[in-house]
């Protein structure tokens, strides 16, 4: 049932990436949608092994996306600082720059909520709670 719950959630995440995406698509086009290049493919990397993780019942595997989701959180404030900064340089973007910050947010949740599914996934096959622990190397809990 949890997992069906983040599932959900990241459904949400991916409509309203999709809805920011259409209006970005109906303005003049700005070069910082490449800024998010990188965060698509460190969510999209987190949601497809902690799908993997939990089909698999690969404890090593789940243990391994906190710090992957830590590192997600780091580029999502990185480009939301880079976009604030240029959309106060370019006023007349600002709709875009607020698209692009909202689209980071998003692939922000759903790092989150994939890193769920694993912390869910790692409870289920070794009944160890690992939402609130500190990182730790894979080999002390396995």
């Known amino acids: 049932m949890k997992v069906s719950t983040n599932l959900e959630r990241i459904a949400d995440q991916s409509v309203t990436i999709a809805r920011r995406a259409k209006r970005l698509s109906s303005r003049q086009s700005v070069s910082e949608v490449a800024l998010l290049e990188p965060a698509y493919r460190v969510a999209l990397s987190i949601f497809r092994d902690s799908i993997r993780g939990f089909a698999e019942s690969d404890c090593a ?63 289920r096959d070794q009944a160890t709670d690992i939402r609130h622990t500190q990182l730790r190397s894979e080999t002390a809990v396995l």
């Open 61 to 123: 595997l789940a243990w391994t996306l906190k710090p992957r989701d830590k590192e997600l959180d780091a580029l999502t404030t990185d480009i939301g600082e880079k976009l604030m900064a240029v959309a106060s340089a370019d006023p007349e973007n600002l709709p875009s720059y607020l698209d692009l910050i909202f689209v980071g947010r998003a692939l922000e949740r759903v790092g989150d909520h994939s890193t769920n599914i694993a912390e869910d996934s790692f409870w």
